[in-house]
């Protein structure tokens, strides 16, 4: 199952999220007019996200610059069938080649230019922490399928703070910092 546990074997969900890339290492080069830039060596994280759309509100985090083999990744927003909703947050932390999936129920708490997310996985506690300049943050166009056209509705971080703690029975397994999170609020506040 994907980030969502066994939700997603429920059909007609609004939204589903599966992170399936973790850590990965990148070959080769791109090149932007007449500069060109190795990117050998440089991290790799991806996901599938999927649905009736975006929701009217979300919140997704990812950083895997910590230093060590670590790599978090959160995703959450109101889901449901039809008209029964829930706010439901998931998170994903690779740990020294150990996969905790941190399915709902999570809590997360937003504010202005703050993530602050509490997740379990089994005995493991995960706390995150993000933080970026609201100011600073670029505005992406999100889709909107059954009208057919697309609105600036995100605000995205590509250079976001992250700071997360694992632990497990009481005891820290991991602590770390990454100056490299994308941090991502969308739709309405």
């Not at 009217?56 to 069938?81: L, N």
């Amino acid at each position: 199952y994907g980030g969502l546990g066994g939700a997603h074997a429920l059909p007609g969900l609004s939204q589903y999220w599966h992170p399936h890339l973790f850590g990965a290492q990148v070959r080769g080069s791109v090149t932007a007019g007449a500069r060109s830039f190795a990117l050998d060596g440089a991290g790799a994280y991806g996901e599938k996200n999927w649905g009736a759309g975006f929701p009217d509100r979300w919140w997704w985090g990812q950083a895997h610059d910590f230093g060590d083999v670590v790599s978090v990744a959160f995703a959450g927003g109101p889901v449901g069938v039809g008209p029964a909703r829930l706010q439901a947050t998931a998170a994903v932390v690779r740990l020294d080649g150990t996969v905790l999936r941190c399915r709902p129920p999570a809590t997360a708490t937003l504010g202005d230019g703050a993530w602050r997310l509490r997740a379990r996985a089994g005995a493991h506690r995960v706390e995150i922490e993000g933080a970026a300049d609201p100011a600073a943050a670029h505005a992406l166009t999100v889709p909107l399928p059954a009208e057919r056209r697309a609105v600036d509705r995100s605000q995205h971080h590509l250079a976001g703070e992250m700071r997360v703690r694992v632990t497990r029975r009481g005891r820290t397994m991991f602590a770390g910092e990454s100056a490299l999170a994308g941090l991502e609020r969308g739709g309405a506040a």
